[in-house]
């Protein structure tokens, strides 16, 4: 954990490295976008595997077709909140200290 005074440190270094290498920054979050792919396909992958397991594996299915459900709904949930936080800071924000 950072203190209040590294973070904005911190956030200015990256604001400074995202304003001199917009290359560097896109490269970026195609990489975060690529994730978010690819906890949706994983997630589709379980939820569609559940219902197999259910027919086939009897109590055993049963209990992998929870456990699939319930980690891909994880992994959706960890991908919409992964939308709602930037990866990189857009500009320099200035701090309300009261």
Same mark, same amino acid.
């Given at each position: 954990?950072? =203190?209040? $005074?590294?973070? &904005?440190?911190?956030? /200015?270094? #990256?604001? $400074? %490295?995202?304003? @001199?290498?917009? /290359?560097?920054?896109?490269? #970026?979050? $195609?990489?975060?976008?690529? &994730?978010? +792919? ?6 589709? %992958?379980?939820? @569609?595997? *559940?219902?197999?397991? %259910?027919?086939? !594996? /009897?109590?055993? !299915?049963?209990? =992998? *077709? #929870?456990?699939?459900? !319930?980690? !891909?709904?994880?992994?959706? +949930?960890? $991908?919409?909140?992964? @939308?709602? &936080?930037?990866?990189?800071? &857009? ?8």
């Amino acid at each position: 954990m950072l =203190e209040p $005074r590294e973070k &904005q440190e911190f956030d /200015g270094m #990256v604001a $400074r %490295l995202r304003d @001199t290498d917009p /290359g560097f920054a896109r490269r #970026v979050d $195609r990489l975060r976008l690529r &994730q978010r +792919r690819r906890w949706l396909v994983s997630a589709i %992958l379980l939820w @569609t595997i *559940a219902p197999i397991c %259910l027919v086939y !594996g /009897g109590w055993t !299915g049963a209990l =992998e *077709a #929870v456990l699939a459900v !319930g980690y !891909g709904a994880w992994l959706m +949930r960890k $991908r919409n909140r992964a @939308t709602d &936080q930037p990866s990189w800071p &857009q500009s320099r924000r200035p701090t309300a200290e009261a």
